[in-house]
Every structure is written in C-alpha cells, then in structure tokens.
C-alpha cells in the first residue's frame, strides 16, 4: 500500500508565491512519475504539472513560467512552486504517484489553494 500525502496549500494574494510538497509513502519500489492536477469548483480535473523519474516534465499551457515542479528522488517528494499566482489558479490541487508495477495512480487528499483578487 502507498500513501500519498499533500502539504502547503492556503490563502495568498495575486501575484503571491506558494510552494506545495507531495511525500509518497509504503510499499515503493520505483517510482516512474508524480505530479499534481487540480480542480475547481464547477470544472473538470486538470493536469498542472507532470514529473517523470527520468527528469522529463510536463506542464499546463496556462501555468507555464509560473509553476516549477521538482522532486526529491530519494524521499519520493514532489514540490510545486507556484509563483505569479492568479485568481484562476485557485482550486484544490491533487497529488498522484505513479509505482513501478502498479496498474493505476495513487491520489493524495488534496490540499486547497485559494488566491484573492
């Protein structure tokens, strides 16, 4: 079993930094990917940024220059930095890891991000 567990949302203003943090956890033997998706109210879920072991990354055309996502390989941590911040960014973000060997994705609770105009 694996445990996916978010960190670090909250209330900034517009043009404010966050930073999110994703520690997965258990039965880990390799991990090929993690990242974060977020929803808002009333949308469908939406990837914001993909990270793969091997270093490749992934991001949403609308978080582009804003966001960087990073990881701690060893700890099998993924951050988010989300700088620039916007009032349409405002949702809750998701974890997810992806096990070597694991036919689907392990979520996290979700961590709330709320931006004020």
């Known amino acids: 079993q694996v445990q996916v567990v978010e960190s670090g949302g909250g209330l900034v203003q517009a043009g404010g930094s966050l930073r999110l943090s994703c520690a997965a956890s258990?039965?880990?033997?390799?991990?090929?990917?993690m990242g974060w998706y977020r929803q808002a109210p009333g949308k469908p879920r939406e990837l914001v940024a993909a990270?793969?072991?091997?270093?490749?990354?992934n991001y949403a055309d609308s978080v582009k220059g804003r966001f960087t996502i990073s990881r701690d390989n060893a700890k099998n941590t993924v951050y988010l930095q989300m700088n620039s911040l916007k009032p349409e960014d405002t949702a809750v973000y998701y974890c997810?890891?992806?096990?070597?060997?694991?036919?689907?994705?392990?979520w996290g609770q979700g961590t709330q991000v709320t931006v004020s105009s």
């Open positions: 997810y890891a992806n096990v070597a060997g694991v036919g689907y994705d392990y």
């Open positions: 258990g039965s880990i033997f390799s991990m090929n990917a």
């Open positions: 990270l793969t072991s091997g270093g490749s990354t």
